[in-house]
């Protein structure tokens, strides 16, 4: 019904992806797919094309009531449309937060490595951050006693969930521990969940302001179909949060730079929520089995490398260490193979011997740059 082994040129498209680096690059970096996306959200940006007038946006009145029915029915979390604020990205939307709810010099904590922009965030509202490292493997468990002693002094806690780039999903009782701590100690929770369409085996996503009306209270929780339906490029994300004077704290934080959201973003999300349910579903399929390839590959054509099978998301997190590269291994893979992953340092990594590859790209692509390393690495003398 979908094919996701379609290759696409987007070279002269505009492509953040496909135009940083010459073409002679498979480009396995920021994240977003190069899939063509649900045929639902097409008909619906065509549609809304045919009227030839583009100006100011105001969405629909039934999406919010959509957005929902939508976290209801993937999530059982009930919440009222009033809920909802719409922004024109996550990345705006955790900004807003911390600029609403800490004062200079208030600490900041989150779990590294971590997105870029996350990472960044407090340094721009004069915030310290108070990093948490978080094991690689999944199957370790988070230091909770640190984490509530950390709690105790921070204002705020950026959650992210599944975890970029980790491709971690945190189970529902470690959640329960984490959010009971920040309650108790008055810290809010901003929590991304920008993945949360994206688990595989069978796993399903818990936003942590789902657990009780407590927690709710304390939560600020950022969500988007960019990720999941591909639509990064028309800059349309929501927040969720069910206490009102929250709510309106936080939109009071727009403060002339987070402005109305695109147009063609708000026509897009409403189609993705409505009808792109089969689609999300075949994709899920394909990622899943481009992860299993990736495990499978990195294990016998990579020796050296460690990685974890992601338990979300699109991302793989790998560990060079081993391989005595002589430099950064996000140089190494670009000069030597032509592949171009993102570099470890930008998400926090402990040393420049972490890199992040992409998955969401045709399976001949991601054999393609797995096979271009493997011949570098072969040639390679430590």
């Not at 999530?75 to 990345?91: H, K, N, Q, S, T």
């Not at 069978?202 to 936003?207: E, L, S």
């Not at 899920?284 to 998301?313: C, E, F, I, K, W």
Request: a negative charge; charged letters at 15%; glycine letters at 6%.
């Amino acid at each position: 019904m979908f094919d996701f082994d379609q290759s696409l040129n987007r070279l002269h498209t505009g492509s953040n992806k496909w135009s940083k680096y010459p073409p002679d690059v498979l480009p396995l970096w920021v994240a977003d797919m190069d899939f063509a996306v649900a045929p639902a959200i097409i008909d619906a940006l065509q549609q809304r094309l045919s009227h030839p007038v583009l100006g100011y946006a105001v969405a629909d009145p039934t999406l919010r009531q959509q957005i929902a029915a939508y976290v209801q029915a993937r999530y059982d979390w009930g919440i009222d449309a009033e809920d909802v604020v719409l922004l024109p990205g996550v990345e705006p939307g955790f900004n807003m937060a911390l600029k609403a709810f800490c004062q200079a010099g208030d600490r900041v904590m989150m779990h590294t490595p971590i997105y870029k922009p996350l990472l960044q965030a407090p340094g721009f509202w004069g915030l310290h951050r108070h990093d948490l490292p978080l094991h690689p493997d999944p199957r370790v468990a988070l230091d909770v006693e640190a984490f509530d002693q950390a709690a105790s002094q921070s204002r705020a806690w950026i959650l992210c969930n599944p975890h970029n780039p980790l491709g971690r999903v945190f189970d529902r009782d470690t959640l329960l521990q984490l959010a009971q701590s920040c309650v108790a100690h008055n810290t809010l929770i901003i929590s991304d969940e920008i993945h949360c369409d994206l688990l595989f085996d069978g796993r399903r996503h818990t936003p942590i302001a789902s657990l009780s009306p407590q927690i709710a209270k304390s939560s600020i929780t950022l969500m988007a179909a960019s990720k999941t339906y591909n639509i990064a490029g028309l800059k349309t994300a929501f927040v969720i949060i069910p206490d009102a004077e929250l709510r309106q704290r936080f939109d009071q934080s727009r403060l002339g730079m987070v402005d109305s959201v695109n147009l063609m973003g708000l026509q897009a999300t409403q189609a993705a929520f409505a009808h792109g349910g089969p689609w999300r579903d075949a994709l899920l399929r394909y990622l899943q089995s481009n992860r299993d390839l990736l495990v499978q590959s990195v294990a016998t054509q990579l020796p050296g490398v460690v990685m974890h099978a992601p338990q979300a998301t699109f991302l793989a997190w790998f560990d060079c260490s081993s391989l005595k590269l002589g430099q950064d291994a996000q140089q190494f893979f670009l000069e030597h193979a032509r592949v171009a992953l993102s570099p470890g340092l930008d998400f926090g990594a402990p040393s420049d011997q972490w890199v992040r590859l992409n998955f969401g790209c045709t399976r001949a692509v991601l054999k393609q740059a797995l096979a271009r390393m493997q011949t570098a690495l072969s040639t390679h003398t430590p």
